[in-house]
């Protein structure tokens, strides 16, 4: 057993990485007490070596730890969506105000990070309900820290208290869950193992169902899913930008894989092979794409509606991200291979376009302090090249091409349609529709609006340029080349214990 | 099966009588020795040598009137001090006085209950002492005893992990969580003729366990949190009558306790060394031996009293400190070197 | 309360002396099994209703202490020794101090009596917990509960120190050394939000 475990952990050092990263982050900063950013820096290069580690061992696919963790395509397509997120987060908070207002606390920033993109790089590959719990817990923990992390102004207090008693009541219910199901099972922790307790010995279905419900109620709070999101619009207009971005992008991502994964290996039929497209059979026949539909229905629709009325750009962002949650969940509502693979694609684009957004909101916010939706009048004319990249990053997010955000729909709609999910599609179209109405609501204050008489051109540096067009750039490349990015989302969309 | 139930009722009934004078005696000592230091007399009247004087203040204590503060919260003011006895004198259950004799035919240890987690056990009842403090600092609606009462709690669980973590080292040591097996361990040999006690193994943990023992029993040089000068009167402010002197004898009580887990621990408890060779019949060693604990015991009592009596106390920020900054690095430190030390002997 | 601790503690102990066991031990045996359980049970139902029912949050928390205690007692009767003094350990002594502490520094008043008489919250939540409860009844009566054969022989070894020490690194070693990372965090997490500046 122990020599397993040594033997382990040659395949598991990018989490190592990040593990030494957060010791050293934190021993950087009480050493060099008068220079805070050091840490930042040595945090930064800790998750760039953690990533060149994840796609050192892309083509791996194995379980290490004696069925703790699992490390194949599609854990290592995460924790490079995560990884790649937490670096671009770094690079934002170097440019933040509101995180360099803080300079003391500097040091706890970077390292809280990195424990949380170690918490997600867990997320993803977990196969052991103990280690579904501990990894959710120690993003949770990170996360709730984080979004109060200025805590001067109340709302940032505001947003990690109800962050706080969210998460703690949604791993309280998944706990429930987890412990029915292992009763139910006979004791099974591991994953597989329930797959096969499921498969030999059919259990109650009704405790089935109730023990699902409640993993889902945790899993969805996670990944913001209608009725588990009422936290999401005020943790996200509370916490400091950067962190907002994050848990819009990576949390999600970590959210969404476990969920996947623990879908794919546990309750779907794994015997029945060879069937056409990829279409998953459920144990005992449950109808979960049904729960799974209403879900993303409920999602898409509610974040859309609600977006409608927002004037906070940060809450809009919000119940934007909750609707491209319940796109995503369409993905998998399918229960098929190519729904998995279209979720996937979508997180790549999804990670670019929304991060670029937070970006300007982040640069404007930087300038002039505020984020409300007037403050962007007339900013095509204060600063064009802001306002250009907003359009794109928003016109990407509608899903309207040639951007990026088009693909992702496509491929979505694509293996819905396929699958002869019509209503679903339909549903979503509506929804991207009205989506586009508050986003052009932006576009229409930023150039259709005239600036206020007394505002100037707002300047960036040129760092902070290059990082938006390293943003805006795949945003567009990737809406008019986008082959590597599905034929890589379909290379990844193989588990581990499954053919 | 008949024989074994009463036997530990035996056992118990004795045990808690036993204690409870003792502890009266201790409060006895306590006056005496402190006179002794001070240069002065003690209490010489009240019967022989004053011996009766602790007996004649419990009494006294019983008599007087029990007055509730007004506004003072009653179902829990009546609380804390029944905790804080309770949780003091249920610690002996599981100290060894004496290696296990031959009664009646049947083996018999001279512990209330053998419980295999014995060490668990004690710090498990060591950690619920602070409720007493805290409550009855609580429930006296008076912001000296409020003070009084978060201080001491603040104290005892900051010293609680040292203690703890001292533990650890003894348990590395011996292997097993079991009073009577650790003594049992002790009562070997190094090199042939130094026994095996654990202040010899483990001088740190002994260290530090006796420092945290102070904090816990709230003795000087740790008692600011029942200071008169500073707290008029910590935590017990309020008490009157018969409860205050619970918390009275739940102090003396701790004390007790502490010595005896000490001795139990770290000095050997019943072991009197090279006892074997005096070619006793196994009832007089038995009998030798519990009384080797008793002289340990009173020695550390003694002690506890002469520390007392000898240095000033600490500040509070001081105390904090100590517990957090000092002890703790040191016991963990402690488990490290054990644990390489005895990964190299091997 | 902890008399009743120790009692078992007593009980439990004289169990221990006798290694033997006779006809009449295993009866009585069964019978003080059952009766801890039925008392045990009762304490910790009946302290967690007096919890969520009593309006001063400082006896709240007491009951909650009672509540922790019989459930260790419970754990005990599963010969679980190590888990029953560690809930004891941490839970009640530990986790519930911090609590005490905070409600006391707060000065938490008694809950005002609420004037509302009907609330469609009461309704929802009452329907909710009876449907939970169904649920769990159902859950536990009816289905079957297949366990894997067990590696100890007997029931009693489980809990052991010992073998939680075993299981705990070998087995799950590696959740153990996350949790390590997970209370850092926490531990920096804590210091972050409530440390106040000094100037």
Redesign the interface.
Known sequence: MVDQALLSLAKFLPEITLAITFCLALLVGVIFRSRPRLSMWVALLGVVVSIALTIREMGITESVFSGMIAVDPFATFFKLIVGSSAIFIFLFSLYSAEVLSTMKRLVEYSSLLVAMTLGMYLMVGATNLLMMVLSIELTGLSSYVLAGYTKEASDSSEASLKYIIYGALSTGLMLYGISILFGLTGGAMDIYAINRALVTSPVNPIALLVASLLIIAGLGYKISAVPFHFWTPDVYEGAPITITAFLSVASKAAGFAMLIRFFKIAFIDSSAVGLPAGIWITLQGFEWNKIIAILSVLTMTLGNLVAVWQNNLKRLLAYSSIAHAGYMLMGLAILSDKGIAAVLIYFVVYMFMNLGAFYVVMLVSNKTGSEDIDSYKGLGFRSPFIGVSMVIFFISLAGLPPTAGFIGKLFIFASLLDAKWIWLAVVGAINSVISLYYYVRVVRNMFLRDPDENSGPLKFSVPEIVLLLLLVVPTLLFGLYYSPIVDFANASARMLGVH | ?GS??LI?VIK?VAYVSIVLVTVIMLVYAERRVSAFIQNRLGPNRVGPWGLFQALVDVVKLLLKEDIVPKNA?K??HD?API?SI??AL?TF??IPFGNTIELFGT?V?L???????GI??L???T??G??GV??A??SSNNKYS?LG??RS??QL?SYELSMGLSIIGVLMVCGT?RLDQIVLHQTTYLWGWLPAWNIFLQPVAFFTFFIAAFAETNRLPFDLPEAEPELVGGYHTEYTGLKFGLFFLAEYANMFTAGAVITTLFLGGWHLPYAEYLGLSPTMLSILQVLTFCVKLVLVELFFIVVRWTIPRFRYDQLMNIGWKVMLPLTLANVLVTGAVMLLIQ | MDSHAVATGALYGYRNQKSSSTNNFFESSVTLETFLFYTLGAVSVGSALMMVTRRSPVMSALYLILNFFALGGLYLSLHAQFIAFIQILVYAGAIMVLFVFVIMLLNLGDEKKLNERFSWKKIVGAGLSFGVLMELIFVFAFSKANLPPSHFEKATDIGTVENIGMQLFTTFLFPFEVTSVLLLAAIVGAVVLAKKKLN
Do not use: E, H, R
């Open positions: 099966m074994l139930l530990s118990f919260y179902p829990v609380l905790i309770a949780v249920s259950a599981v083996q240890k512990m209330i209950a053998d419980v295999n987690v668990l056990y710090l498990s009842i950690s619920l602070v409720y805290t409550l600092g609580w409020l009462g978060l709690s603040a669980i969580l």
